[in-house]
């Protein structure tokens, strides 16, 4: 752990010196130079998460600590012929393309005539270099230092997703990021840094998906900090499908204001080791979170999905769904905590977390928590590990179908209802496409 260490906070040094011209003549920046710094000195201090650390008991880091894994540079050149094939096919959607970490504009839509509206969209370094008090009040403020991996993001940010919709403004297409990684000569580390904020009655759909380009391993270590303010409706629409070599640690830190809606579905079905954070503060009176999972994995993949719910206000409701379908020696991890201060009276949670298991050598470690200092509160969570059920195998195949579409068919049933809350038409066949793709492997 410490060679591995040592590594990135050599490979700081470079970075460093690589943004120095950048820094000397642009005064405005010194802010964001400041908080690269104090995070490279936090990281050099801490270590990376260990299963010593509760919050990571289940998931070991230690296969992606066996990699150098060098920072992206822009050495990879794609045609857009080669890129659309990562759109969803018939959507009507803004694009923003990112290859390891940085913002492709040749790639991407044209955002002007949001613009006219105070839409700013674009890559983050952009920002940083001309508009950079638009993210004074916000980059580093919501995602707290407290592992190393965290810190890692954080020192070596520089480029990323940059949504911001200010207030009485709804777009109404998606905004599809479309994370394209890998490097067919080095283990590539991409490390992206998305902010996105909706201002008040503001309403954004976003797709965010991840995707390798080469067969090589390669990290990717992705903060994101969303701000809702009151009355905003933001959707968030996850989609992993890097190559079985890949890893991707990512954090979304939520900050809700006053009836403000924030719903998130992240669907898993790439990744050697994949974990997902994703917290909320429901941080004034009428907040809603809804958060939906859906992870399916073979041989010996990892995913780690980790929630936190901290009701802080009263009269909140959060609402989560984690489903998984694991075979062969694969682990799937759901933490699920609800947090519920003591002035949160009113408050109403649910979290369920349903699983089946293929194999017998298929594991899920499945804790849902609760912790309420609050009296006056509805709170419900529940958690099932479970296989097919024989009679249904045996009565699909009594009508003539196989075996291996009988079980596809059970299982494209069991998580109907994640599919059910997806709003995006195209979005949905596009994810039922890739689902039926995996389950043909499972």
Known sequence: MTKT???????????????NGEMASEKRNAFIHKIRKEAIAAFAEMDFPSTKNEEWKYTNVAPILNYKFAPAEDKVKLSSKEISKFHVKGLKARILVFVNGGFSEKHSSSFQDLEKLGVKIGGLSDVIKNSPD????????????????????????????????????????????????????????????????????????????????TDKAHFTNVVTEVIADESSNIELYR???????????????????????????????????????????????????????????DGSQHVDNHTLMDHAKPRCLSNELYKG????????????????????????AYQSNKNILLSKDATVDTKPQLEIYADDVKC???????????????????RGISKEMARSI????????????????????????MVLEKLKNL
Request: glycine fraction near 6%; include cysteine; aromatic fraction near 10%.
């Open 134 to 213: 638009m993210i004074n009040n916000y980059f580093a403020k919501y995602a707290k230092l407290n592992n190393g991996l965290t810190a890692l993001n954080t020192a070596f940010a520089k480029d990323g997703a940059f949504i911001y919709v200010p207030d009485e403004v709804t777009i109404i297409d998606p905004i599809h990021i479309v994370n394209l990684n890998g490097n067919a000569e080095e283990n590539i580390l991409s490390q992206p840094r998305n902010i996105i904020i909706a201002g008040k009655n503001s309403k954004v759909k976003i797709i965010e998906s991840y995707n390798s380009i």
């Open 239 to 297: 989609i992993q499908d890097e190559n079985p070599s890949s890893f991707q640690v990512s954090l979304t830190q939520v900050e809700q204001k006053k009836h403000s809606v924030f719903t998130v579905y992240t669907i898993t079905t790439g990744g050697a080791l994949v974990r997902n954070d994703v917290n909320s503060v429901l941080d004034d009176e009428g907040c809603e979170t809804h958060l939906y999972g859906l992870y399916l994995t």
């Open 325 to 348: 379908v694991l075979n062969g020696k694969s682990r799937a991890v759901f933490n699920g905590k609800v947090y519920v201060r003591p002035d949160a009276q009113k408050t109403n």
């Open 410 to 433: 059970l299982i494209r049933a069991f998580a109907n209802d994640i599919f059910e809350e997806i709003k995006i038409d195209e979005l949905h066949g596009h994810l039922n496409n």
């Open 5 to 19: 260490k040592d590594w990135y906070l050599k490979n700081f040094e470079k970075f460093e010196e690589s943004l």
């Open 380 to 398: 419900s969570h529940g958690a099932t590990v479970g296989q097919l059920d024989d009679e249904s195998v045996f009565y699909l195949r009594s």
